[in-house]
């Protein structure tokens, strides 16, 4: 099992940007891709990027061009520029491992609103 702990949400204008931070422990030897998914209230949750261990990059079409997602180790980050009010939802960091078992973070909230 892969235990995950995130940071760095918060509020921000629009236009404003926030970096999320996902740092992963336990049985990390089999990671496979790392990413985060988002859940605004009343939708469904949504991937927003994701990053394998050879360094693939897949970007939802609502982050291209304003998130970067990166990976230092055993940690993913998540940089998120331009935010707009849509971005507003509780953003979850995600471990996948190569017996495609699924771990998730406890969430950390980004507001986005002026």
């Known amino acids: 099992q892969v235990q995950l702990v995130e940071s760095g949400g918060g509020l921000v204008q629009p236009g404003g940007s926030l970096r999320l931070s996902c740092a992963a422990s336990?049985?990390?030897?089999?990671?496979?891709?790392m990413g985060w998914y988002r859940q605004a209230p009343g939708k469904q949750r949504e991937p927003v990027a994701r990053?394998?261990?050879?360094?693939t990059t897949i970007y939802a079409d609502s982050a291209k061009g304003r998130f970067t997602i990166s990976r230092d180790k055993n940690t993913v980050h998540l940089q998120m520029n331009n935010l707009k009010p849509d971005d507003t939802a509780v953003y979850y960091c995600?471990?996948?491992?190569?017996?495609?078992?699924?771990?998730w973070g406890q969430g950390t909230q980004v507001t986005v609103s002026s």
């Open positions: 995600n471990v996948r491992t190569y017996s495609y078992s699924d771990s």
């Open positions: 336990g049985s990390i030897f089999n990671m496979y891709v």
């Open positions: 990053i394998t261990t050879g360094g």
